[in-house]
């Protein structure tokens, strides 16, 4: 079975017909609890137990259930981190699977019950399922998330909280396996942040032309890299920031921490006093979500940012 899917919105509805819960960032799962053995799948029906051990124990002991949510990680700041999880994600060894779990240990944000004790609770509104799975007591390693009946409260909060966004339900939406319904519509954050360019990648092939400029964040403990944009970066902001940068080349990376080599290699590094806003999706995050370059502070030094 494959999970039923949020469709985006246009806006987050308001009124008694609607519940909201936290948009999580982490790894979707059905788990599938029969006859005493637990299998866990991923979006796309692919057996991933293995590499969940902390999380492939069914808290209700061998009772029958099947039910759907995301297997989520916190990063150094608390924050649920997609990035955290892909060391996990691919795991087909058992041990190997252990260890990372004793580094890197998971919650399973159980958000909907699709079958329990043998009835299939897929046709049931979303209430009446929510009820049922608020009964079961999940605790530990298994969560039931939150529900809130005030959206944009749960909206404006999770933008604060720097958390993914947030996906509202219609109450009395059954579950459609498989389908992207508008019955779940779904609202992702995006942050407009300013940041520091500590190095230019020119467009491959090239080596003049400016493709993606490398930004850092200031701290107390100095430029810590962010990093890498080129979305947003066309050939007229291209050319702007090609003269912004000319004479700012320097020979060592300013980065205060280490640059990966995918990032590091072909960089042309640069004295970090040049700002810049980045539109990202999600803050508090060791890296950029889908940064996209969106212009140049010339109102703003990097002391400005600290």
Do not use: C
Not at 81 to 86: A, G, I, K, N, V
Not at 110 to 139: I, K, M, Q, S, Y
Not at 143 to 170: C, H, N, W
Not at 221 to 232: A, H, P
């Amino acid at each position: 079975m494959r999970p039923m899917l949020a469709t985006r919105g246009p806006h987050v509805p308001a009124g008694e017909a609607w519940t909201h819960e936290v948009k999580w960032d982490g790894v979707r799962a059905l788990t599938d609890v029969r006859d005493g053995t637990l299998r866990m799948t991923s979006r796309n029906e692919n057996a991933i137990t293995i590499a969940w051990p902390d999380l492939s124990t069914s808290p209700l002991e061998g009772r029958d259930l099947l039910v759907d949510g995301e297997i989520i990680a916190l990063n150094g700041r608390g924050l649920p981190d997609f990035r955290t999880l892909q060391e996990r994600m691919h795991v087909r060894k058992a041990t190997t699977a252990a260890r990372l779990a004793d580094a890197v240990p998971a919650i399973y944000m159980v958000f909907d019950l699709l079958r329990l004790d043998g009835r299939d609770l897929t046709g049931e509104p979303l209430d009446a399922r929510r009820e049922l799975l608020a009964g079961l007591g999940l605790d530990g390693s298994w969560q039931v998330p939150a529900a809130y009946d005030d959206g944009a409260m749960l909206f404006d909060a999770t933008l604060q909280q720097g958390l993914e966004g947030i996906v509202s339900k219609r109450r009395t939406s059954t579950y459609q396996p498989g389908e992207r319904s508008s019955h779940w519509l779904k609202f992702a954050h995006r942050h407009r942040l300013s940041y520091v360019v500590g190095g230019w990648r020119p467009q491959e092939g090239t080596t003049d032309r400016l493709a993606a400029l490398l930004v850092g964040e200031m701290t107390p403990d100095g430029l810590l890299y962010r990093g890498r944009v080129g979305s947003g970066i066309g050939p007229k902001q291209g050319a702007v920031l090609t003269e912004l940068v000319a004479a700012l080349g320097r020979d060592d990376s300013p980065f205060a921490d280490e640059v990966p080599r995918v990032d590091a290699q072909g960089t042309r590094w640069l004295e970090p006093v040049l700002v810049v806003d980045i539109d990202t999706h999600g803050r508090g995050y060791e890296r950029l979500r889908q940064p996209s370059f969106q212009g140049v502070r010339t109102d703003l030094t990097p002391e400005d940012l600290l």
